[in-house]
Each structure stands twice: as structure tokens, then as C-alpha cells.
């Protein structure tokens, strides 16, 4: 099966599942860069609302579901996707960056010694160790816990950068069994 043939099918798969759910949306096809494309849902906020489900837990129900059914296809040159309903994932990623912040800012005006982040994804345990390598160098980030309870723990100290390094690791090899 080809690369074309794959992305026909993520795309049918989804417009299938939404025909079945008797939602009326659009399927739209976007490259996010060289190797990764992300199919954008357009429907009606209330069909968006049960599609993204509580902390988008549907939606990444509906990716695994698809990414699956691709796999079950022969899908030999698959190459990864992410499904997103009327930008979702964009608006959670600042809500994550945001919560991100407001931790570093409390670390470094020394509210607190850590902070404990919520439980998240690799997907979004990743965004945050990105963030804060990015825009408080001076600060640590960690994953620690297991499975559902996996969260990021924040605190200053040692060269810039390091402790990332670490933490993006572990969440990037997580995130990578997971796609």
C-alpha cells in the first residue's frame, strides 16, 4: 500500500466514522511538516463537544481507532497523523503552555521549590518540557508517576537544558509506542 493509499484511507476511515455517527462535518487534509499530516474536522460546536470529549479523551480514542484501521489495512509506508476537530489541539496547547508558565513563574520567584504539574499525555507532557526549554532555560523538567498519574514536575537548578533533555526523552519514547 502506498503513502497516497494510506492517507485516502485515514481520511475515508474518518469520514466513515463521522457518516456512522451521523455527524455532519468535513474532513480536511493539512501537512504539519515533512512527515506528519493532521486531518481537521469541521462540524457544529455541539458535534465538536462530544467528539473531543472530557480533556479530548474522545479524540484521541478516535485517532488510536483510525491509526488502527490503517494498521489493519497494510498500511506499509504509514507515516503519522494527528486528527483535531476545529483546532483543539491548538487551543490545548496554550491552555498546557499557560499552565506551564504559571508554574515556572512560581518556582522562580520562589513560591515554591516544585511544582507538580497535572497528570497529561506523552503528547502533552512533551509540549511542556519543549516550552519550558524553550522559554525558562534556567528550570527543570520531569516526568515522574506512571501511566495515568504521569505528570511534570518543575523546579530550578543545573545546567539550562539537561533535565529536559532527560524528561523529553522518556515522554518522546512513551509518545512513540503510543503512535
Request: glycine share 6%; charged share 25%; net charge negative.
Amino acid at each position: 500500500m502506498t503513502y497516497s493509499n494510506f492517507t485516502d484511507n485515514a481520511k475515508s476511515y474518518l469520514e466513515k466514522i463521522l457518516a456512522i455517527l451521523d455527524i455532519d462535518a468535513t474532513v480536511l487534509e493539512e501537512g504539519i511538516d515533512e512527515n506528519t499530516t493532521c486531518y481537521r474536522i469541521n462540524c457544529k460546536a455541539d458535534d465538536a463537544r462530544i467528539l473531543i470529549g472530557r480533556n479530548g479523551q474522545t479524540l484521541e480514542a478516535l485517532q488510536f481507532v483510525v491509526r488502527q484501521m490503517c494498521r489493519s489495512a497494510g498500511a506499509e509506508s504509514q507515516k503519522p497523523f494527528l486528527v483535531d476537530i476545529l483546532d483543539y489541539r491548538e487551543r490545548r496547547r496554550g491552555n498546557i503552555e499557560e499552565q506551564a508558565k504559571k508554574a515556572a513563574v512560581a518556582v522562580l520567584n520562589g513560591d515554591a521549590e516544585k511544582m507538580h504539574l497535572n497528570p497529561m499525555s506523552p503528547f502533552e507532557r512533551r509540549i511542556v518540557h519543549q516550552f519550558l526549554q524553550t522559554d525558562f532555560p534556567d528550570l527543570v523538567s520531569e516526568s515522574h508517576g506512571e501511566g495515568d498519574d504521569r505528570h511534570i514536575v518543575i523546579s530550578y537548578g543545573g545546567m539550562p537544558g539537561q533535565a529536559h533533555e532527560a524528561g523529553q526523552a522518556a515522554d518522546n519514547e512513551e509518545l512513540n509506542q503510543t503512535v
